[in-house]
Nanobody
Framework: VQLQASGGGLVQAGGSLRLSCVASGRAISTYAMAWFRQAPGKDREFVAGIKWSGTATSYADSVKGRFTISRDNAKNTVYLQMNSLKPEDTAVYYC????????????????????WGQGTQVTVSS
């Protein structure tokens, strides 16, 4: 399975970006998907996740109300819409695929995700 993330870039504070993650080699329709991020000198952190069915989502407190995760299983793609961006959102963003099919909850631990994209840089200027 390969995950290809795109959509990052440089944006001013208050702006918006939409990240995309396209999967190949395996259908993602039965797996939860998530976005993580890692800022320089910091640990990787969970940002948002979506259940395999799309019926449940989970967000880090720091992005609630500003970010929205969604999925289009027909396109084997997951999205992260990021609004009202802040300088502290600056990081490399990674998409990830769950290791367990049809999990009943969205897990937030990176160790539960088997498949990772290459990352896309998001830089928010003040």
């Amino acid at each position: 399975v390969q995950l290809q993330a795109s959509g990052g870039g440089l944006v001013q504070a208050g702006g918006s970006l939409r990240l995309s993650c396209v999967a190949s080699g395996r259908a993602i329709s039965t797996y939860a998907m998530a976005w993580f991020r890692q800022a320089p000198g910091k640990d990787r952190e969970f940002v948002a996740g979506i259940k395999w069915s799309g019926t449940a989502t989970s967000y880090a407190d720091s992005v609630k109300g500003r970010f929205t995760i969604s999925r289009d299983n027909a396109k084997n793609t997951v999205y992260l819409q990021m609004n009202s961006l802040k300088p502290e959102d600056t990081a490399v963003y990674y998409c990830a695929g769950d290791s367990v099919p049809r999990r009943t909850v969205v897990v937030t631990s990176g160790g539960e995700y088997d498949y990772w994209g290459q990352g896309t840089q998001v830089t928010v200027s003040s």
